[in-house]
C-alpha cells in the first residue's frame, strides 16, 4: 500500500492532473450538448424523416429510453478513456522526464512491485474520473431525460450495467497507459503517440470497417470489437440487440484481454531493461 499511496502522490501532486480536467471539462460539456441534441431527435421519431428499413431497425434500438438514458450517463466517454489512458502513460514516464526512475528503484529493489504499484496508482485515478465524472452525468443525464418526458430511468438494470461497464473501461484504459509509457519512456513521445494512434485507431478502423461491410456483407460490423475504442464503446450501448453490433460481453472480454497482456508485458519489460 505505501508504494501504491506513494505512486499516487507523485502524479496527484503536480499540476498534471488538473491540467488535464481543465481540457476534459469543455470537451464533456461540448458532448453532454451533442448528446443532449441526439436525444431529442431520436425521442421524437416524426423528426427522423425518411430512413431506410436497416436504418429504422437501429433507430427502433437506440431510441429505447433506457439507452437513450445510458448514453447520457455514459457521457464523454470517447474524451475521458483517452485522458486516462494519458495518466496512465505518465504515471511511468514522469519518472523518465523528472530522472527519479534510478532513485525509485535503488528504494524498491523489486521491479515487479514498482510496475504493479503503478498500475494500481493508474487504476485508481481511472476510478476516480470515472466517478466524478459519472456523478456529473448522472446529475446532467436526468435533467434531460426527465426534460423529454422520458424519465430519468435510474431504475432499470441496463442503465446501471452500462454505467457499471463504463467504469471497468476507464479501468483498463488505465492500465493501457502504463503499458505504453513502458514501452516508450519519452513524455512526449509517449502522450503523442498514444494520441495518434487513440484517434487515428478509432477513425481508420471505424471508416475500414463500415468499407469492408458494404462490400463483403455485415458481418464484417462484429470486428469492431477488436478494436479497443470501438469495443469500449460497444460496453455502453445500453442493449445488447443493436442491429450490426456483436454482444457488449464480448468487448469487455477483449478490452480484459488487452489490458492483461499489457500489465504482463509491460512488467516484463520494466524488470529486464536498464533504468539508467
Same mark, same amino acid.
Not at 441496463?158 to 513502458?182: D, H, R, S
Not at 463500415?210 to 464484417?220: C, H, Q
Given at each position: ?14 499540476? #498534471?492532473?488538473?491540467?488535464? +480536467?481543465? =481540457?476534459?471539462?469543455? &470537451?464533456? $460539456?461540448?458532448? %453532454? /450538448? ?73 528504494? #524498491?529493489?523489486?521491479?515487479? +512491485?514498482? =510496475?504493479?504499484?503503478? &498500475?494500481? $496508482?493508474?487504476? %485508481? /485515478? ?78 481508420? +478502423?471505424? =471508416?475500414?470497417?463500415?468499407?469492408? $461491410? ?63
Amino acid at each position: 500500500m505505501n508504494l501504491v499511496r506513494s505512486e499516487f502522490l507523485k502524479i496527484s501532486t503536480t499540476n #498534471t492532473w488538473w491540467i488535464f +480536467a481543465l =481540457i476534459y471539462l469543455p &470537451l464533456w $460539456a461540448l458532448t %453532454l /450538448l451533442v448528446n443532449y441534441l441526439q436525444t431529442s431527435v431520436l425521442a421524437d421519431s416524426s423528426r427522423l424523416g425518411e430512413v431506410s428499413p436497416a436504418d429504422a431497425e437501429v433507430f427502433d434500438v437506440i431510441s429505447e429510453p433506457p439507452a437513450l438514458a445510458a448514453n447520457l450517463y455514459t457521457n464523454g466517454q470517447f474524451f475521458g478513456l483517452l485522458i486516462v489512458m494519458l495518466l496512465g502513460t505518465i504515471v511511468v514516464t514522469n519518472e523518465y522526464f523528472h530522472q527519479t526512475a534510478t532513485t525509485t528503484f535503488l528504494t #524498491t529493489p523489486q521491479r515487479t +512491485a514498482v =510496475i504493479l504499484a503503478k &498500475l494500481a $496508482a493508474a487504476m %485508481l /485515478l481511472g476510478a476516480l474520473f470515472w466517478l466524478v465524472t459519472t456523478g456529473f452525468n448522472l446529475i446532467g443525464g436526468s435533467l434531460i431525460m426527465v426534460s423529454l418526458d422520458l424519465g430519468a430511468q435510474l431504475g432499470t438494470g441496463t442503465v446501471w450495467e452500462a454505467v457499471g461497464l463504463n467504469g471497468l473501461a476507464y479501468l483498463l484504459w488505465a492500465i493501457f497507459g502504463v503499458g505504453f509509457g513502458v514501452l516508450i519512456r519519452s513524455q512526449l513521445g509517449a502522450t503523442v503517440s498514444a494520441i495518434l494512434l487513440y484517434l487515428g485507431g478509432y477513425l481508420g +478502423a471505424a =471508416i475500414i470497417l463500415n468499407i469492408l $461491410a458494404a462490400r463483403f456483407g455485415d458481418w464484417i460490423s462484429d470486428l469492431q470489437v477488436i478494436v479497443p475504442s470501438l469495443a469500449s464503446q460497444l460496453l455502453v450501448a445500453g442493449t445488447d440487440d443493436l442491429p450490426g453490433s456483436p454482444p457488449r460481453w464480448t468487448g469487455a472480454v477483449v478490452l480484459i484481454g488487452y489490458a492483461l497482456v499489457t500489465g504482463i508485458v509491460g512488467t516484463i519489460i520494466t524488470r529486464r531493461r536498464d533504468i539508467s
